[in-house]
């Protein structure tokens, strides 16, 4: 049987691009659909991954200005930042990232088409363009990499002005005052951080009973006390009532309660609310009665360890099969599928166990592996290095001495178990550790070899040198 189309995929996210790219590598005949007329590269490019790291940034700069030039009358970051500026920074970078993606894909040789599209057949899609026309085409293969979109609360409404989702944050025209972030997502989290450092105070209402939990103990209570320098107010396992706007006092009240005693009512008073919930996947308007593909009770599509569904030349990626949903994951998936579905060998071979985690707060968290509290769990005997980003000399002198990097080994072999940061250049710093412990290396490979200095890097040397110091001092 001939096909009009090697493969066909649903979506240019992170999932749907990175398996273009690689089936590309294989010589094949591969069109691309994505729904959004104007943008390519989903949640990851247009209101995820890139535009709150943008925002980031930004935030960032302000705050490091300060902190570099501090002035017997400090301001407020947000009166260095025009949010105009920083809209158009934003924009600047996600319109210089969509062309970068079209120009890979044009030199890849990937068609691309803007629709809907949904199943008809195993290999049969029709999408449904802009305009509304339809057309059919076919395929030998399929990936669904249609990702996610963020649920609507149910007790108050998103009116895109005093109450914002992703989408309406990042085209807000000023920097709020007073601001609630309403979810108990890591997203939630970033944009509480990210906007308390640029200036608004910020409260964050977090539906889940702990902030963070996966945290090891001692990065936790080190993130506790920076964030109550920055005075970001949390409300953990809380409960929202009602978000309305007051005409009276020109501002946005938010009614909440603690989920467990349901006759406190409290009353913020906010220019802005950011609803950061949870995530659906995109998977009801794709037809999969059709193919006979079955979504779990939440929707998502369940794949192999090859990324395939149950119809074995039907792939799907990203987070359409649920968590972790992140971009970084997301890529690795659309990769794996191509090279599954082309049987290509490059890809075979099974990456590190442990998965690194990055929060993209200020400031920022990663980790890897196990916590000690998880390491004592599993009857390890566990010794710990600590360092202080206080002792860490370009912390020092770019003012970012607030955090800890934590080495987490078995006392006999030093055989790293696992990393927690929280700090400057977290999430990048992870990884050297994350190569580490990849291969089987123990943690005096951080005294043994050299390391650049100046660097964030010295944490490790200096955390080292704390565990084996302990180690010693125990014989
Ligand atoms: C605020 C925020 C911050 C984030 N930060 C990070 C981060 O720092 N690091 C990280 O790793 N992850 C982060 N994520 C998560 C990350 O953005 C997602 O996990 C990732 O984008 C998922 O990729 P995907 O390819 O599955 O789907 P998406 O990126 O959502 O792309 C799916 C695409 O499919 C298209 N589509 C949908 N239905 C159809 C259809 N029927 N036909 C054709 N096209 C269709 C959509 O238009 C979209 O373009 C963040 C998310 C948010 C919301």
């Not at 449904?128 to 057309?135: A, H, I, M, Q, W």
């Not at 149910?154 to 007073?178: A, C, G, Q």
């Not at 707060?361 to 196990?370: C, D, H, Q, R, T």
Request: hydrophobic content about 40%; aromatic content about 8%.
């Amino acid at each position: 049987m001939s096909f009009d189309y090697d493969i066909a995929i649903l979506g240019s996210g992170p999932a749907g691009y990175s398996c273009a790219i690689q089936s590309a590598s294989y010589q094949k005949k591969i069109l691309l659909i994505e729904a959004n007329a104007q943008q390519l590269g989903g949640t990851w490019v247009n209101t995820g991954t890139l535009p709150s790291k943008a925002l980031r940034e930004a935030a960032k700069a302000a705050m490091r200005y300060n902190a570099l030039f501090p002035t017997d009358s400090p301001k407020k970051p947000y009166s260095r930042v025009d949010k105009r500026e920083l809209l158009h920074y934003k924009n600047e970078v996600l319109d210089s990232k969509n062309q970068k993606l079209k120009d890979n894909l044009h030199r890849k040789n990937v068609e691309m088409v803007r629709g809907v599209g949904s199943f008809i057949d195993e290999h049969t899609l029709e999408i449904t363009d802009p305009d509304g026309k339809k057309k059919r085409i076919t395929a030998a293969n399929i990936l669904i990499a249609t990702g996610s979109r963020p649920t609507d609360p149910t007790t108050f409404t998103i009116d895109h002005v005093n109450v914002l989702d992703y989408s309406s944050l990042l085209k807000s025209s000023h920097i709020p005052r007073r601001m609630i972030v309403v979810g108990s997502s890591i997203n939630a989290f970033e944009y509480a951080t990210i906007f308390a450092t640029l200036g608004t105070r910020v409260t964050l209402l977090n539906e889940s009973d702990e902030l963070l939990p996966f945290l090891d103990q001692d990065v936790r209570a080190e993130l506790l006390t920076i964030l109550e320098k920055q005075s970001i107010q949390i409300f953990n396992g809380v409960q929202i009532d009602k978000i309305e706007k007051n005409q009276l006092r020109n501002c946005t009240e938010v009614g909440f309660r603690s989920k467990t005693a349901t006759e406190q009512l409290r009353i913020f008073e906010v220019d802005q609310v950011l609803y950061a919930g949870g995530y659906l996947p995109n998977t009801d308007t794709l037809n999969l009665k059709a193919i006979h593909i079955h979504p779990d009770e939440h929707g998502f599509i369940q794949v192999n360890d090859e990324m395939r569904t149950s119809v074995s030349h039907i792939f799907a990626a990203g987070d359409v099969v649920g968590y972790p949903s992140l971009a970084s994951i997301s890529f690795v998936q659309g990769r794996l599928a191509a090279s599954s579905m082309f049987d290509s060998a490059l890809l075979d071979e099974p990456g590190d166990a442990h998965i690194p985690f990055g929060i993209y707060s200020v400031p920022e968290i990663a980790g890897i592996g196990l916590s000690e509290e998880g390491a004592r769990r599993l009857g390890f005997q566990v010794e710990i290095g600590l360092a202080s980003f206080s002792q860490v000399t370009q912390a020092e002198y770019s003012r970012t001495e607030e955090g800890l990097l934590k080495l987490i080994f078995d006392k006999t072999s030093l055989q790293l178990l696992g990393i927690y940061i929280v700090g400057e250049q977290a999430a990048d710093l992870i990884h050297l550790g994350q190569a580490v412990m990849a291969l089987n290396g123990d943690i005096r490979y951080f005294v043994k070899n050299i390391l650049n200095y100046p660097t964030f890097s010295e944490a490790y040397q200096i955390a080292a040198l704390d565990g084996l110091a302990k180690v010693e001092a125990a014989e």
